[in-house]
């Protein structure tokens, strides 16, 4: 029975959340895109979709995250997850206001659990602010994201200027003070009229006791920490010795494709050049978008034979703005369809393993490949497991979130690659 249905709003989000579920013995479909009506899982205990919502217009998000509600709930999920970054990346306008409202009234809900906080991965939550290690969310460098820069690190004050609704605050005593009063201040917030209630977590003890008070909530939302608390709560778990590994990758060439412009890839980035041969798609060097595919094609071409090849679009601020100011406003779509065409090239010429950096740009080499479902195999890293495509021939996907991974990251995954 699939007891908890989880709706991601990028694909390296919905990997990160698979990953967690699986690391504490939850049986986990990873399904990429919106699933037909007809459409069914292979027997799971949790059921994760990826959609690409994140950046797009509040009206369409709500409408995939809706329609995906329905599916999941029409197939026995008992819970609803939303699964947002835990730097909270979003916009002024959205989508993750807009997004949790209308999943809360599909539900039938009160309130809804507001929270990113994912300490495993440095990011945690005191007195409704975010923090990344030990700086506010508005001083990491999340504040020069391209698309949503996070400028403001009180949650409440983000969460009010995305929903009409009151938001409220459960402070991190209650949380440490057990079980029932958290239970106890949940109920009591709900009474006052509290839609949104932001939750103050520092170490994943504190996600567990929220999950066992909350979890039979219509709906929880944040980061992969409290997914996997809630789903150490709903269960059950696979026996150890039932799982099944997928451990073993496809030999053969292997590439990496690079579009996330962090701070954490871009040393990634520049790890992996001193490594492989390397291309840039660089806009402003070449703004036309047909000569840049072109260029890029016939650069694959001469060097895949030699062995791992790194191709990326990743740059800091000024380059970025340098790009813009030559290609125009469809810089950003122009480069993710780039790299998408890229991987669709690179598979024909007998590439099994990609490793993919920046949540739009897994997005967009997924959807280039035709990818509706994965298994989900080993963690490079924490939080970046490899994917195993359930079409043939079996390709072995690595989708990293931006900010995930240890600097060799990307140079690790491609251990073992042959030309």
Known sequence: MTVLGCIADDYTGATDVAAALRRIGLRTVLRFGAPGPQETVPPCDAVVVALKTRTIPAADAVAESLAVHDWLAARGARRIYFKYCSTFDSTDEGNIGPVTDALLDAGHGRLALVCPASPEHGRTTYQGHLFVGDTLLSGSPMRHHPLTPMTESNLATLMGRQSPHAVGLLPLDVVRAGVEPVRDRLT????????????????????????????????LTGGAGLARALGAVTGPATPAAERVEHAELPEGPGIVLAGSCSAATLAQVDQARAVFASHQLDPAATPDPDQLLATALGWLGDNLRHGPVLI?????????????????????????????????????????????????????????????????????????????????????????SGNFGAPDLLVRAMRGTTP
């Not at 839609?195 to 567990?208: G, K, N, Q």
């Not at 290609?327 to 010429?349: K, N």
């Not at 994965?374 to 970046?384: F, K, R, T």
């Open 188 to 219: 009591a917030l709900a009474g006052r009229g509290v839609r949104h209630v932001i939750v103050d977590a520092t170490c994943d003890s504190d996600l567990d006791t929220v999950a066992a008070a909350g979890h039979r909530r219509a709906l």
């Open 312 to 400: 990326y679009s990743s740059a800091p601020a000024a380059q970025r703005q340098a790009g813009i100011a030559a290609m125009g406003p469809q810089t950003a779509d122009v480069l993710e369809a780039t790299l998408g065409a890229l991987a669709r090239a690179a598979v024909s010429a007998g590439v099994r393993r990609i490793a993919v950096a920046g949540g739009e740009t897994s997005g967009a080499v997924v959807s280039a490949l035709g990818v509706t479902s994965v298994v989900i195999a080993a963690e490079e890293d924490h939080g970046v497991p490899w994917c195993h495509t359930t079409d043939r021939p079996t390709i072995a996907l690595l989708l990293k």
